[in-house]
Structures are given as structure tokens and as C-alpha cells.
């Protein structure tokens, strides 16, 4: 029996004395062709190899049938300015080159196809947030880029153009009123552009794992209650990040009681990405989409929008996108 047969067999329930199929409600997969196009140049570890690596993975694992999958729409000019400056994406529309590359900071470029793979990566994270408030949707997985937490609100930076996951909870707020909205960032790097987007504003709780010091050199003091910052030693393990993530994280969030949850999944961290610097493993990304499951589960009807940050070794990579989606689809 192959794996597909057996999940539809598995999920069955008896209705007057007969067996009859149940329809899971499965994790959208939302990604665009664009994000192939979208190159920073030659040997830049942020590549469009990095989307294919996890494609590979959901196929070869025989995942990719049991995920919903979506086409990413283009962000509107509308939501991305609920995360940023009006002068900000003027600035990015005009900046995208007709051939080469442009410079945004010395660690980000655009090609040509630049503008139209940012704006449906943006895209991408505010339409999985209409799919779970709809309930077409329990969870959903963004696998795009460019990556967005870097992003601040007038400013490019750390291969980030606009903040996905910042522009995903603004729309939230904005569009379902929701009055509490939390992102979990366990990126090796510290989303600085989404602490600064909402350093000020409390219905965003935004709960942070990073090394430090390490670029971006920011996040250690957040200077309020609803950025949960904790910075993590080199080389700190698996057991390390979930003393903290249960010390600190948790009990915030179930205090916060989130109606929706957001995830910046960067998997730099992972022990084989030598540009992280940490020493998690797949089990790590497990258990802790394990625990961001169970408050979403308890407080936001099992809504969760989790948007691909980081992750640069390629096999890393899609090995640790697969044990977390894998745990959002419940299997």
C-alpha cells in the first residue's frame, strides 16, 4: 500500500455503520515561480537552490500530495505599507534593475526579477493568513524568498526586501481585526526588522532565538514585555535552545494567548550550516513546532502561518523543512 493510500485509509470514520472517507484539512504550501528567478549573484548563499532542496525533500518523502498547494499571489502596494514606509517601497520599485544587479546593502542585490519574486514572497504569507482565518486552511507553509525578518521598515538588509511575516500580521490585524498576534523567530539570526516594525506596537508578541553576538548585533534588550529576546551562546545545542524556549518563550505565549501564531522558520541554525553557528538538529525543529502547535491548538484554533527565513545547507535545509511540516501537517 503506498503512503498516500494509507493516510486516506487511516483517516476514515464510521457514519451509520459504514466507513466513510473524512477530508483532512490540509497544510497549504504556498510558493511562486519567481523565487527561482530571484538571484544575488554567483556563489550568494542566499540561492533559488534553496527552494528546490525543499521541494525535493516534501517529493521524495511522498509528502507532496497530502499538502494543499497554492500559487503565491503578488502583494498589493496596500499591505506591504502596513509594514513599511510608502517612501521605503517607492524606493524598492524604483531600484529594480532591467539587467544586472542593484544594490540595496552590501549583503543584498536585486535582478531583474527581484521586485516581482518580493512582492509574491509577501504575497505568499498574507494569503496563508486568508486561508487559516477562512478555515480553508488549519496551518500553512511559505516556501519562498527572498526571506523578510531583516527587513525593517524603511530599509532593506541581510538579503531581506520586505518583511513577509511583518506583512502577514498587519494584514491580520488589519483586515480581521485580531488583537493578538504572535511570531516565533528561531532563526540563527535575530529578526531585527520585524523587532524594530513592532517594538512599539504590544498586540504583537514576537519570541526570538538567536545567536549573539552575531550579525545583526541587535535584540538582546527588546525594551518591553511583548518582545521576548534570548540570545543563545555559539555552538549552543538542541537542549540549550528548548531550556530557554520553555523558560521564556512559552509561558509568554500562554500568557499572550495568541489568536493567530506566525513562524519565521530559518533553519540556519541546524549543526551542518556553517553559517549559523549553533547545533540544532531536525528533532529540535520538531519539537519545537511540537510546542508552537500545542498554543496554537489552545488558543488560535490551530492557526499558524509559517514563513521560510533562513537555511543554506541545501540538505540541511529540506531535511529540517520537512520534519517541521511534517509536524503542521499532523503525520
Known amino acids: 500500500m503506498v503512503f498516500t493510500e494509507l493516510f486516506i485509509e487511516i483517516n476514515t470514520s464510521l457514519v451509520n455503520g459504514k466507513l466513510k472517507e473524512c477530508t ?11 523565487s527561482l528567478k530571484h538571484n544575488m549573484g554567483t556563489g550568494h548563499p542566499e540561492c533559488p537552490a534553496r527552494i528546490q532542496a525543499i521541494e525535493d525533500q516534501f517529493i521524495a518523502s511522498g509528502l507532496m500530495p497530502l499538502l494543499d498547494r497554492q500559487d503565491a499571489p503578488a502583494a498589493s502596494k496596500e499591505q506591504l505599507q502596513r509594514a513599511h514606509s510608502i517612501d521605503y517601497i517607492e524606493t524598492i520599485f524604483r531600484a529594480a534593475p532591467s539587467n544586472g ?3 540595496l546593502d552590501v549583503d543584498t542585490t536585486m535582478n531583474p526579477y527581484s521586485l516581482e519574486a518580493a512582492l509574491h514572497a509577501a504575497g505568499a504569507a498574507v494569503k496563508a493568513v486568508d486561508l487559516v482565518m477562512s478555515g480553508q ?8 524568498r527572498p526571506p523578510g525578518h531583516h527587513a525593517g521598515r524603511s530599509s532593506a538588509a541581510g538579503f531581506c526586501i520586505f518583511n513577509n511575516v511583518a ?7 488589519a483586515h480581521y481585526g485580531l488583537s493578538r498576534v504572535a511570531i516565533a523567530d528561531f532563526d540563527v539570526h535575530h529578526g531585527n526588522g520585524t523587532d524594530e516594525i513592532f517594538n512599539g506596537d504590544s498586540r504583537v508578541m514576537l519570541c526570538s532565538t538567536f545567536r549573539h553576538p552575531y550579525y545583526p548585533y541587535a535584540g538582546v534588550d527588546s525594551g518591553n514585555g511583548h518582545i ?3 540570545p543563545l551562546a555559539a555552538g549552543a545545542t538542541g537542549a540549550q535552545f528548548s531550556a530557554v524556549v520553555t523558560e521564556n518563550w512559552l509561558p509568554a505565549l500562554e500568557q499572550f494567548k495568541p489568536e493567530l501564531l506566525l513562524i519565521s522558520a530559518g533553519f540556519d541554525a541546524h549543526w551542518e550550516d556553517d553559517m549559523g553557528g549553533l547545533a540544532l538538529r531536525e528533532e529540535d ?18 492557526r499558524i502561518v509559517s514563513v521560510l527565513e533562513g537555511g543554506y545547507a541545501l540538505h540541511a535545509l529540506g531535511r529540517s523543512a520537512l520534519a517541521h511540516i511534517k509536524v503542521l501537517n499532523g503525520l
Open 167 to 173: 506583512v502577514a500580521a498587519s494584514h491580520a490585524l
Open 101 to 103: 544587479l542593484a544594490y
Open 228 to 230: 521576548i529576546n534570548v
Open 24 to 34: 483532512p484539512m490540509k497544510t497549504a504550501y504556498l510558493t511562486h515561480p519567481s
Open 137 to 144: 486552511n488549519e496551518n500553512a507553509f511559505c516556501n519562498i
Open 285 to 302: 525543529y520538531v519539537w519545537i513546532t511540537e510546542k508552537l502547535k500545542r498554543i496554537a491548538i489552545d488558543h488560535a484554533n490551530g
